[in-house]
């Protein structure tokens, strides 16, 4: 396989590329997906804290994918809505905003546990990028630790922007809902199965016992062996991806792991409601045998998704290929902020893949969140699974 970024000989142009001005891409198009209803990419309104830059108008903004769209290898998910590059003028969905709706304890839970990130490629400036947002939000100083695929704090790959975009969101939302977590960012030395297999190896070695995935192969369910992510102890997350119902993919299609779509968050008064996400990833993964705790005539294998959380219209701060805040979409968003409630909840070992959210004991402490196909369940929707979180109950 080859790498879907290329490093160092490339940088010039990449920076380049990644500040013209962001275009349609048939994620923009917001093409009507088999599941879900609107026809569409929703707009979420702006969480109470934040504001939106002057002149911004919601329904004229589009998204482009930060990293290249290639079949059966690798990607990562993130997806750019705006540019903005203003600051103090924040738009997007913050932390309080999770917190809130998700009834996150994320001031007084979470110490002491080690959620890891799986990304490839490097991003330098992620440790100045993580400060600067948790700053913002008032979150505190991080505890963060960096390494290359080797479990080494040095010898770090060679840089991507698109892939360094994908690293500052992922840090970011499990700083948004845990706060007080370790993180570790594990970055793989390319985009690579095999170096991906092995940073996902590594951030077990090194004490994770939560690791979020923000990429996808989409179209192979083989491109990284599922052992690498089904070691017992240890929870795996990954994004359902974003191009619609039926665009299965490993890692996400694996039963060893929790399948993360994506929802629209809005806000009315004080209230906040969600509906699923057109773009979300999903569906029946016919190459993976059916797991024996589901039990639905309509899918012979793997039944996506297992649960989500908001995918759009979401704050990030990233220098290195942007130079400051901007709004992001995607499952990419919904991974790590869903690891971060693994964090809070802090019994990581304890779970079993997306088995956890298929125990019946779990329903009442999750939103249910309808419209989009059920398969015969209910509560369940194929867009965000058994839905997001309602507390930590679940988790």
């Known amino acids: 396989m080859t790498p879907d970024d290329t490093p160092d000989q490339k940088r010039k142009e990449e920076i380049v590329m990644s500040r013209l001005p962001w275009i349609p891409t048939s994620i923009a198009l917001g093409v009507a997906l088999a599941g879900c209803s609107a026809s569409t990419l929703p707009m979420a309104t702006t969480g109470a804290a934040l504001q939106r830059q002057p002149g911004a108008s919601p329904a004229q903004r589009v998204a482009r994918k930060a990293c290249p769209d290639v079949r059966s290898e690798p990607r990562c998910l993130v997806l750019v809505e705006s540019n903005s590059g203003i600051s103090p003028l924040v738009a997007g969905w913050g932390p309080a905003d999770f917190q809130a709706r998700y009834k996150l304890p994320s001031t007084t839970k979470g110490s002491g546990q080690i959620v890891a990130i799986v990304d490839a490629y490097d991003n330098p400036d992620v440790a100045t990028d993580l400060a600067t947002y948790r700053s913002y939000f008032g979150l505190g100083k991080a505890k963060f630790k960096k390494f290359n695929q080797k479990g080494q704090q040095s010898n770090y790959p060679s840089g991507s922007t698109g892939w360094g975009i994908e690293i500052d969101l992922d840090v970011e939302m499990v700083s948004a809902s845990c706060p007080l977590c370790t993180i570790y960012l594990v970055e793989a030395d390319g985009s690579y199965s095999s170096d991906l297999q092995a940073a996902e190896v590594e ?43 039926g665009q299965e993919g490993a890692p996400e299609a694996f039963d060893t792991v929790v399948a993360v779509g994506g929802t629209v968050l809005s806000k009315n008064g004080s209230q906040y409601s969600e509906t699923p996400w057109d773009n979300t990833g999903g569906g029946c993964a016919a190459g993976i045998k059916k797991p024996r705790w589901q039990h639905d005539h309509y899918c012979t294998g793997r ?62 402490d999750l939103y249910d969140i309808s419209g989009c196909s059920g398969y015969g369940y209910t509560q369940y929707s194929i867009c965000v699974g058994w839905g997001t979180p309602n507390g930590i109950g679940a988790f």
């Open 203 to 245: 951030a077990v070695k090194l004490g994770a016992h939560i690791v979020s995935n923000s990429w996808i192969c989409y179209a192979s369910l083989s491109c990284v062996d599922q052992g690498d992510f089904a070691k017992k102890g240890v929870t795996y997350l990954a994004a359902a991806g974003d191009d619609g119902i």
């Open 303 to 364: 039944l996506a998704n297992d649960a989500a959380a908001v995918a759009w219209d979401v704050a990030e701060y990233d220098s290195y290929g942007y130079g400051g805040w901007f709004t992001v979409g995607g499952t990419s968003v919904a991974s790590p902020l869903l690891a971060g409630v693994f964090g809070l909840a802090g019994n990581p070992t304890k779970q079993d893949g997306g088995k956890t959210f298929w125990q019946t004991s779990h329903h009442e």
